[in-house]
């Protein structure tokens, strides 16, 4: 089956056709072409790049050589694509499109799992991600060694400032979702400080995130939660100071640029006959 955004993305670049090739080649040429890495990275998206080619022409053939979350050096051949010349050149551009994406959150991904790991917190990351993307980008996120926070809205009970502020306060707010969900059902709460942190813990709040704390208001927070709820952090986050905050101690640490600002590793198709 062809998702709907590997559809889109193949149109959007097709337009009413490929005026270059289609005045250069004929139906019944054909060509071999390979992906090359050309930067060190980890490779993931080959099965949407293959979805694209599909959606092109079911006669090419798309043969990943690498494994989806293999590690590979600059200059490594990860695919090699066979089939109708003017098929290869019209997916070309979609197909490195998602896979260059999908390699650089996979490779951040991986890069700054590790890092978390050192401490044992969690790295995840958010729903800060390319709209119309997010199952692809969150995927290359688990690609990488990351997990996910949640999918949509309806995957669990977050209660963030624009909520507390509506209904009034932190604890105003957790009793109402208390009164309308079920009990498999925990419930996390977005703090600001100290004061915040001891009102989500009398409501009974089961995970706390500590939402741009600095360092040293984290270890204060802490200390003050002591094993009673689940602490999440979030803001402020990125590859320079994440060693910081995992030293810190908690147990899990979100991370928006996992997804929305991470730089695409670069991939060429080439073709050799």
Request: glycine share 8%.
């Amino acid at each position: 089956m062809i998702d709907e955004i590997v559809k889109l993305a193949v149109e959007e670049d097709l337009g009413l056709g490929d005026i270059t090739s289609d005045n250069i080649f004929k139906p019944s040429d054909k060509s071999k072409a390979v992906f090359k890495a050309k930067e060190d990275m980890v490779v993931c998206g080959a099965a949407v790049a293959a979805q694209v080619f599909e959606y092109v022409d079911n006669k090419i053939k798309f043969t990943p050589l690498k494994k989806e979350g293999d590690f590979v050096k600059k200059g490594t051949i990860i695919a090699t694509i066979e089939g109708p010349t003017l098929s290869l050149l019209k997916g070309e551009r979609p197909a490195l499109n998602f896979m260059q994406r999908l390699s650089g959150i996979a490779t951040a991904a991986r890069e700054l799992s590790q890092i978390a790991a050192k401490y044992g917190v969690m790295l995840v990351d958010t729903r800060k991600s390319l709209p119309g993307m997010r199952k692809f980008d969150k995927y290359a996120v688990r690609t990488g060694g990351a997990r996910n926070h949640r999918m949509s809205l309806s995957d669990s009970v977050l209660i963030k400032d624009n909520h507390i502020k509506a209904a009034g306060s932190i604890t105003k707010a957790i009793n109402m979702i208390r009164a309308n969900i079920g009990h498999t059902l925990k419930i996390e709460v977005e703090v600001k400080n100290l004061a915040e942190i001891k009102e989500a813990l009398k409501a009974r709040a089961d995970i706390i995130m500590f939402d741009n704390m600095t360092p040293a208001q984290i270890r204060e927070g802490k200390k003050f939660v002591a094993g009673r709820a689940i602490i999440e952090v979030s803001g402020g986050v990125n590859k320079n100071n994440l060693e910081e905050y995992c030293k810190t101690g908690v147990d899990v640490i979100s991370m928006g640029a996992l997804t929305h600002s991470v730089p695409a590793k670069d991939i060429s198709m080439l073709i050799v006959k």
